[in-house]
Nanobody, 116 residues
C-alpha cells in the first residue's frame, strides 16, 4: 500500500504564498503521474498540477504562472509552491499518484484557505 503524507496548507491572504509537500512511500519515478489535485464539497476532484513519467508538467489554466510543481526524486517528495494566491484557490488539496494500471493513491487532503 502506497502512503502519501501531506504537509503545508493553511490560511493565507490574497497575494500571499503557501507551500504544499507530499512524502510518498515509494519511488515517485515509478508512477505514471504524480501531482496535486483539488476538490470542493460535492464536486469532482480535479488536477491542479502534475508530472508525467516523461518529466513534463501540466498545470490547470487557473494556476499557470502562479503555482510551481517540483519534486525530489531522491527523497520521493512532491511539492507545490503556490504564489499570488486568490480566494478562488480555496479548497481541499490532495496529493495523488497514478500507477501504470490507472489506479490512484491519495493523501489525506490539506485545506487551503485564501481570505482577507
Amino acid at each position: 500500500q502506497v502512503q502519501l503524507v501531506e504537509s503545508g496548507g493553511g490560511l493565507a491572504q490574497p497575494g500571499g504564498s503557501l507551500r504544499l509537500s507530499c512524502a510518498v512511500s515509494e519511488n515517485i519515478a515509478s508512477f505514471k503521474t504524480v501531482g496535486w489535485y483539488r476538490q470542493a464539497p460535492g464536486n469532482q476532484r480535479v488536477s491542479v498540477a502534475r508530472f508525467f513519467r516523461s518529466g513534463s508538467a501540466s498545470y490547470a489554466d487557473s494556476v499557470k504562472g502562479r503555482f510551481t510543481l517540483s519534486r525530489d526524486n531522491a527523497k520521493n517528495i512532491l511539492s507545490l509552491q503556490m504564489d499570488n494566491l486568490k480566494p478562488e484557490d480555496t479548497d481541499v488539496y490532495y496529493c495523488g499518484v497514478r500507477r501504470p494500471d490507472q489506479y490512484y493513491y491519495w493523501g489525506q487532503g490539506t485545506q487551503v484557505t485564501v481570505t482577507t
